[in-house]
């Protein structure tokens, strides 16, 4: 598909660039050749108006000269005289097939192509003037401008190819990325699934053997609700980030007070972490606002007291802290004492599935937390970051306050 994608857009690319050169060149060519009979033209009618008059060598003149000569005629079309130096006119049959030519054509202007000349004629009563111009020098120009204009062209449309091939790379890198991350979203759901689902089918299946005892069918029932509440967890969670990806979410936003949701958010935790061996601390400033919304923030400091209750070491401490920072923004920090994570794990933190202890599945973590948690602060237009130093992992968000 990315091949493909990538083929479109050099194909559109080019076949834009063609017909803009091709558009550009016959303007080009166009007005040249337009250009170069204008000016032949001017020549022809001056010499026929002035047959007489004589150039000075050197002299600046705004019109071009060609190699031209004029012929006289009688009014029954018989020559009778002719000047010009550039040309032997000598051979009066040569002559008389010019005169024919040129009186038997329907226009005053015109082109004899198989003589390579331009005629003006001019009626007076009696006589005819024939002035005649070689053309010679202006379709070599424009032979000239063909071929250049042509090298031109393959040149460009060889660097346009070059050039949208690169960028077909760069412009399908998001599309590429996005489809990879599709096809690892998928690979990690259905593996994060296919562990409950063979608990469930085999406690299943061992319900309905025979000679099962009834404490064993309350065991075996109580791991089937257990994975499936955790399926439950995880579905929901996946649809979360589905909605979120798509852009569903139609969040009420509204003025929040996040001192209060936080100083409030923490109570539930207290006897959470006192069963775990750990000490919760906060540093809260009072009347910091945002605009949010109220649900999704309660839903950001859960993921991340959860986070910092599964990850800290045993009889750790945990420190929930708000702050204003400048005029118009507040940072929201969450740090606990844990095992330290290295640079990498830091970049991988807010992937899906990712889990620095692969182990924690089992206790209902599918690392999805922290990537909801992300899209939460960019939803709020925010910032969200993983520090680790000292023994003290950080999370802290960044937001915009009142």
């Known amino acids: 598909m990315i091949r493909r994608l990538r083929v479109k857009f050099v194909v559109i690319n080019m076949t834009i660039v063609a017909l803009m050169l091709s558009a550009v060149f016959g303007l080009v060519y166009h007005f040249t050749r337009s250009d170069l009979e204008d000016k032949s033209i001017r020549m022809m009618e001056s010499i026929a108006r002035n047959p007489f008059q004589i150039g000075v060598p050197g002299e600046q003149s705004e019109q071009i000269r060609l190699p031209f000569f004029i012929l006289q005629l009688g009014p029954g079309g018989e020559l009778i005289a002719s000047s010009g130096g550039y040309y032997d006119l000598s051979d009066q049959e040569f002559l008389h097939d010019l005169i024919v030519k040129a009186l038997s054509a329907p226009k005053s202007i015109g082109v004899l192509k198989e003589y390579g000349l331009r005629y003006y004629r001019t009626n007076t009563h009696l006589t005819h003037s024939l002035v005649f111009a070689d053309i010679s020098s ?10 250049n204009c042509s090298l031109i ?50 406690n299943a ?24 509440r955790q399926m439950r967890g995880l579905i929901e969670q996946m649809l979360d980030l589905a909605r979120a990806d798509s852009g569903q979410t139609e969040e009420a936003f509204a003025t929040v007070d996040i001192s209060r949701l936080i100083a409030d958010g923490i109570l539930p935790f207290e006897p959470v972490y006192f069963e775990h061996g750990l000490s919760l601390f906060s540093e809260i400033e009072e009347e910091i606002r945002v605009w949010g919304s109220e649900e999704r923030l309660r839903q950001l400091l859960e993921i991340l007291l959860d986070n910092a209750c599964k990850y800290s070491v045993e009889n750790g401490r945990v420190w929930v802290k708000l702050k204003r920072q400048g005029k118009s923004r507040c940072v929201l920090a969450v740090e606990n004492e844990g095992a330290p994570i290295s640079p990498e794990e830091l970049r991988q933190l807010f ?17 999805l937390g922290l990537s909801i948690a992300e ?9 969200i970051k993983a520090e680790s130093r000292g023994g003290i992992n950080s999370f802290s968000v960044e937001l915009t306050c009142l």
């Open 375 to 383: 899209r939460i602060v960019q939803l709020h237009k925010g910032k």
């Open 153 to 202: 062209a393959a040149v460009s449309f060889a660097v346009f190819l070059a050039v949208s091939i690169w960028l077909s790379g760069w412009a399908v890198r998001p599309v590429e990325e996005a489809w990879r991350q599709q096809r690892q979203f998928v690979a990690d759901a259905s593996h994060e699934l296919k562990t409950p689902l063979t608990v469930i089918m085999t």
């Open 351 to 367: 992937k899906r599935f990712y889990r620095a202890d692969s182990a924690r599945s089992a206790s209902g973590s599918y690392g």
């Open 138 to 147: 202006e379709t070599a120009a424009l032979r000239g401008l063909v071929r």
């Open 205 to 228: 299946e061992l319900l309905q053997s025979s000679g099962c005892e009834e404490e064993k069918r309350k065991q075996f029932s109580e791991g089937i609700l257990t994975m499936s």
